[in-house]
């Protein structure tokens, strides 16, 4: 299956439908305008001298463009790798020596960076595109031809679709390979969780630079229309009742923001039929406060980079939940996908018993995960096993197998010879009416070697002491477990996917221990 073709199967069928709208460009765009882009593009491409397994970087905020680098690349057996516009020049200049891309593709915006770029790395191919570019990106789409490019049948299923690089959230990026095999399973579990209707209209609120645009791609292989924006929360609402949106994927961050605004209630949302959450675990109170704001279902995947659509908390699972049926299940990210295998294993490979308690480390086997790191085998052994994907996410999980993630192996507090779980300890925090958004992480202490300590964002106009934090906390933890110290900031570091980045408000805490050692 050669996943750049969706476009083509569109513009066959409905030729004049909306394929796209660009939100930042107000741009409409339909499925043959989209498939005639992927066709010349894919030949420029190829005239530039790619071959099959070629990289191609791109650095932009989400546009057609980009998106059409997905399938043009992907027709021809091309592999795009997309650039985080996020990090710092040095950063990317390493993730692009890294690959070795032969073409990057950038938006006018970034022509800064991209000088910084040419200077650190060689690449042969340099192209911009945007109303005030160099015009490198249209002269060769103009100039290439305007039918399906050689070799289409000759791609798909284990050959590389895309290379995207990991947030870092707890170490150094890495490069991870998936393939159109990989992509497709990932699309199909997504697919039965989200129960995609034809009449769907689809907004894609992350970046395409991670993995996210997977949820955008199977809308478009539907035949649904796919609004791209570059998120902020009143944008998004006015998205939703302007273009009927139906479905979107939001972090925690994303629906806080959303529903924080002093005039939410005024937006028509009724359009919306679906509401998938991600991208870390959610606090259980912000999750009925969207379930009482968003008219519409609520779902919520659990996936990385590495394997997409690993577990799902279902639309019935929420619905019973505020009914009062089985609703700790707020606090799981469900169970497996259609396509996953999902085991909790103990250090020792053993599977940890089925009673809510006892925690493992989450694996998982399916044909939707990557088929491993770029150029790192030693990493790719470590992390898959006999087919297995070790997630480095710790869990628990119930007699019916619906897990409950406790923390990131890396993110375990140890207090005292006791292990703490910072999302519990999170959720207690969350549960108080004035916090926005929190995080929790250990900090050095003498006596018990590590102490819980908070960092609290708070909703616009509302006030919190530290006592207070503490003590609405006290209220379901047990005493070991409380935050010891509140640090209230304005926002927290976070990486481009949404997810909180603890090692940056770890480092100065252990920095300093290690320089007093």
């Known amino acids: 299956m050669n996943e750049g073709l969706i476009p083509a199967k569109w513009a066959a069928l409905t030729p004049r439908g909306q394929a796209l709208y660009d939100a930042p460009a107000d741009r409409r765009v339909t499925w043959a305008e989209l498939d005639e882009l992927v066709r010349r593009l894919a030949h420029g491409l190829l005239d530039l001298g790619l071959r099959?397994?070629?990289?191609?970087a791109v650095l932009s905020r989400n546009s057609v463009e980009y998106l059409a680098v997905y399938f043009a690349a992907g027709?021809?057996?091309?592999?795009?790798?997309?650039?985080?516009?996020?990090?710092?020049?040095?950063?990317?200049?390493?993730?692009v020596r890294d690959a070795a891309p032969r073409v990057v593709v950038s938006q006018v915006g970034f022509r800064e960076v991209i000088a910084d770029l040419q200077r650190a790395v060689d690449v042969p191919h340099w192209l911009e595109f945007g109303d005030t570019s160099d015009g490198s990106f249209h002269d060769l789409v103009q100039r290439s031809a305007d039918h399906e490019p050689p070799g289409v049948d000759d791609v798909g299923d284990d050959d590389p679709f895309f290379l995207l690089y990991t947030g870092g959230t707890t170490g150094d990026s890495k490069g991870v390979v998936h393939t159109h095999r990989s992509a497709a399973a990932g699309m199909m579990n997504q697919t039965v969780a989200e129960r995609i209707v034809p009449s769907d209209v689809y907004m894609l609120t992350g970046q395409m630079f991670h993995i996210p645009v997977v949820l955008g791609m199977n809308y478009l292989k539907h035949g649904c229309p796919l609004v791209l924006m570059n998120f902020e929360p009143r944008r998004a609402l006015e998205l939703i009742e302007g273009e009927k949106v139906s479905a979107f994927l939001g972090v925690t961050t994303m629906l806080n923001w959303m529903m924080a605004q002093e005039d939410?209630?005024?937006?028509d949302l009724s359009s919306l039929r679906n509401i998938q959450y991600g991208g870390g675990p959610m606090p259980s109170q912000t999750v009925r406060q969207a379930l009482d704001s968003f008219p519409c279902?609520?779902?919520?995947g659990y996936g990385q980079t590495e394997g997409p659509g690993m577990t799902f908390l279902s639309q019935e699972d929420h619905l019973d939940a505020v009914r009062g049926i089985h609703p700790e299940r707020l606090r799981s990210c469900g169970r497996e996908g259609f396509l996953s295998t999902v085991r909790l294993l103990d250090p020792d490979g053993n599977e940890v018993p089925r009673d809510g308690r006892t925690p493992g480390e989450i694996v998982v086997k399916s044909p939707a995960n990557m088929v491993g790191y770029l150029d790192r085998p030693d990493l790719t052994a470590e992390t898959i096993r006999d087919g297995w994907m070790w997630t480095g996410d710790v869990a628990t999980w119930d007699e019916d197998r619906y897990v409950y993630i406790v923390d990131r192996a890396k993110d375990m507090i140890i207090s005292g010879g006791e292990n703490i779980y910072s999302v519990q300890v999170e959720d207690a925090i969350a549960s108080h009416p004035a916090v926005l958004e929190c995080a929790v992480i250990g900090v050095p202490d003498d006596e018990w070697g590590?102490?819980?300590?908070?960092?609290v964002v708070l909703k616009p106009g509302q006030e919190a002491t530290e006592a207070a934090i503490i003590e609405q906390a006290k209220q379901h933890l047990a005493s070991y477990q409380k935050p010891r110290s509140v640090e209230f900031v304005q926002e927290l570091p976070k990486a481009a996917t949404g997810k909180i980045l603890k090692r940056e408000l770890r480092r100065p805490y252990w920095e300093e221990q290690d320089r007093n050692v």
């Not at 099959?52 to 191609?56: A, F, Q």
């Not at 939410?264 to 937006?267: D, G, L, Q, T, V």
Request: overall charge positive; cysteine-free; proline content about 5%.
């Open 264 to 267: 939410f209630a005024r937006f």
């Open 450 to 455: 590590e102490t819980v300590k908070g960092f």
């Open 52 to 56: 099959k397994g070629d990289r191609v």
């Open 297 to 300: 279902t609520l779902i919520q």
């Open 75 to 95: 027709r021809i057996g091309a592999v795009t790798q997309p650039l985080n516009w996020r990090l710092a020049a040095p950063s990317l200049a390493g993730v």
